[in-house]
């Protein structure tokens, strides 16, 4: 009798939570223990997050790595073989599209890739980001990180905009956000 061997599942793991709370710091993290391991990784970002470089991960105080900057899936799918990949990292999911991340990230898990993820979970006016939300649903393990609010120094969840332009996204950094407990923040 011949048994077909299965693929293990991969696992999801999402770091998740406000502006300067270091989620691509940790991502950054694992990033550098899955090389130093000698994984080989696929890693990437939207390409709507530019703020400091447009083929790295970069951290607020420039920490970088290089990454993949996709437009949308197809562009990943067309260029990269997930197969050929122990790890996908993931940085600011929020900005990905939602139906598509679920379903490549899935396809990733099956084929038994383990993938890391790091974004927002709420934008500035309080709501979550549905890419977030729905891949902290799907995750195995979860890190939910809090910043330190810049009014009194309390674990910050919040994210808050300085400058209200009306729309939901709008990306940017020093100067644009800062993070806030849940008694200094005000929805905008």
Avoid at 125 to 132: A, K, L
Avoid at 138 to 145: E, F, G, S, Y
């Amino acid at each position: 009798m011949v048994t077909k061997q299965m693929t293990s599942r991969g696992q999801l793991e999402v770091i998740a939570g406000p502006m300067y709370a270091g989620k691509t710091s940790k991502l950054l993290q694992k990033i550098l223990w899955l090389q130093h391991q000698e994984k080989n990784m696929l890693v990437l970002k939207p390409a709507i997050d530019n703020r400091y470089s447009e083929d790295t991960i970069t951290t607020h105080n420039q920490l970088s790595f290089p990454c993949y900057s996709m437009s949308n899936w197809d562009d990943v799918v067309e260029n990269y073989v997930f197969e050929q990949y122990d790890t996908v990292c993931l940085d600011e999911v929020q900005f990905m599209d939602t139906e598509n991340t679920v379903f490549n990230v899935e396809h990733c898990l099956r084929k038994g890739i383990n993938v890391f993820a790091a974004g927002l979970d709420q934008d500035s006016r309080g709501v979550p980001f549905e890419t977030t939300a729905r891949l902290l649903g799907l995750a195995d393990k979860v890190t939910k990180i809090r910043a330190y609010c810049n009014e009194c120094g309390k674990p910050a969840t919040k994210t808050q905009r300085l400058v209200d332009d009306g729309d939901r996204v709008a990306v940017g950094s020093t100067g644009m956000y800062v993070p806030r407990c849940t008694e200094h923040w005000i929805p905008k």
